[in-house]
């Protein structure tokens, strides 16, 4: 059985301004989302991963080590990086402040079956989760009695694992937005198609700070 923990980045200064932060554009952590990567790193410090697999964008790079500062268990760990890990591309969105009232924006938070991004030359809600689950199938066969730390983003790590644990497309965006730095624990058993959660968008290892 291979377990992974799936981790959003901490908070960046695009999450505080409430623009869209996708594949193509990053943003600084913020001292708060640092301090939230540190506090996700001693949370989970006691696990021996197997691997640790991260988006190629800063904001998650920069959580995962903030995260594997902590961990007691550095020797040997394989570290990866994966452009299939990157978040949805927003096209000529990125880094535009959010519209909460445009449909495309809402079929994307509630409806991701009918988002159609082509009129700002955006990344489909398919090509997301194909990718995505590209890297996670591999890991899961290379690593089937490991445990796996994936560090990642928002809209991919929601949809994906919607996807993972066999949810209808119009579902894939249930239960979110995740919270920065949360944790989401899957298994998959060897001979299993689908995924099952064992801990969902955890984030009660963080202690409360009055910085937004």
Known sequence: MTTFYFVRHGKTELNLSL????????SPLLPIGIEQAIQAGRYLSDISFDV??????????????????????????????????????????????????DEQTDHLRTRPDL??????????IDSLVTRSTQTIEKLSEEYPDGKVLIVAHGVLLITLINSLVGKEKAKWREGGPLANTSITILEKE???????????????????????
């Open 19 to 26: 623009r869209f932060q996708g594949g193509d554009i990053d």
């Open 115 to 124: 988002y159609d991004p082509t009129a700002f030359m955006g990344e489909t």
């Open 190 to 212: 060897n001979n299993q198609k689908n995924y099952t959660i064992k801990s969902f968008n955890d984030s009660s290892y963080q202690t409360k700070n009055e910085e937004a």
């Open 52 to 101: 640790v697999a991260v988006s190629t964008q800063k904001r998650a790079m920069d959580t995962a080590n903030y995260i594997l500062k902590e961990n007691n268990f550095l020797d040997g760990l394989t570290l990866q990086y994966h452009d299939n890990l990157r978040e949805i591309k927003f096209g000529k969105r990125e880094g535009v402040e959010i519209d909460h009232t």
